[in-house]
């Protein structure tokens, strides 16, 4: 158990509709990272939170977005959503903003199954 | 940008050792990890090199060569356990940011 929590473990939803996924990062963790895994792809790093601003954003469509706020949990909002959304989104924790041998602890992921 | 290169699968014998090379191009290396993933599951931290040179844990050791743009884990002994994709992420300082970019991974089969 890494300590890093995500909700919910799956989720089935319909095309163009508009989901929210939830991260709690590590105690004493201030970054949150989120990933997109698509079947058979590696991880896609999508958006990067330190404390509550946005530090990075890598291959995050616009219909997405993110935060982190005060309590530093994130949430990931997947809007008009597509088939090809369909994959396991997984969130990952670091104790600053990525520096030295800091490493990133992942959460069990969502899988989200768009129908 | 970067580019890290991985073999998308190898296959093993229960007790051998296996060697999983990562290639990788970037502008601002600042450190190679590895990662392990079990199909459905999260990745799970192996190891860590941002000095040339190789660092040993238990089973695994993890190799570096900054000039060569190349890094391998090691698993030695190996179990029916460790069969699994091996994630090659390699660290880069660009535009005063530190990012984190994930290879494809290698699927390792492990087999008695």
């Known amino acids: 158990d890494s300590g890093v929590t995500q909700t919910p473990k799956h989720l089935i939803t319909a095309t163009g509709q508009r989901v929210t996924l939830r991260c709690s990062p590590r105690?004493?963790?201030?970054?949150v990272y989120w990933y997109q895994q698509s079947l058979d792809q590696g991880l896609q790093f999508l958006i990067h939170?330190?404390?509550?601003?946005?530090?990075a954003k890598g291959n995050i469509l616009e219909r997405f977005s993110a935060q982190q706020f005060p309590d530093l949990h994130s949430e990931l909002n997947l809007s008009s959503l597509e088939l090809g959304d369909s994959a396991l989104y997984f969130c990952?924790?670091?104790?600053?903003?990525?520096?030295?041998?800091?490493?990133?602890?992942f959460g069990p992921g969502t899988r989200l199954l768009v129908l | 940008g970067q580019n890290i290169d991985q073999p998308t699968e190898m296959t093993a014998t229960e007790g051998a050792i296996v060697q999983i090379n990562c290639t990788y191009q970037?502008?601002?290396?600042?450190?190679l990890f590895w990662y392990q993933q079990h199909a459905g599951e999260a990745p799970t931290f192996l190891s860590y090199?941002?000095?040339?040179g190789l660092e040993e844990k238990g089973r695994f050791s993890s190799f570096l060569s900054r000039s060569k743009g190349y890094s391998y884990l090691l698993l030695k002994e190996l179990q029916m356990k460790d069969s699994a994709s091996y994630l090659c992420?390699?660290?880069?300082?660009?535009?005063?940011?530190?990012?984190?970019?994930f290879g494809t991974g290698t699927k390792l089969q492990v087999i008695p």
């Open positions: 990952a924790s670091s104790a600053t903003s990525g520096s030295s041998r800091e490493t990133q602890y």
């Open positions: 105690s004493g963790d201030l970054s």
């Open positions: 939170y330190y404390n509550g601003e946005e530090r």
């Open positions: 970037t502008s601002g290396f600042n450190g």
């Open positions: 090199n941002v000095l040339d």
């Open positions: 992420a390699v660290r880069d300082l660009s535009g005063g940011y530190q990012k984190v970019t």
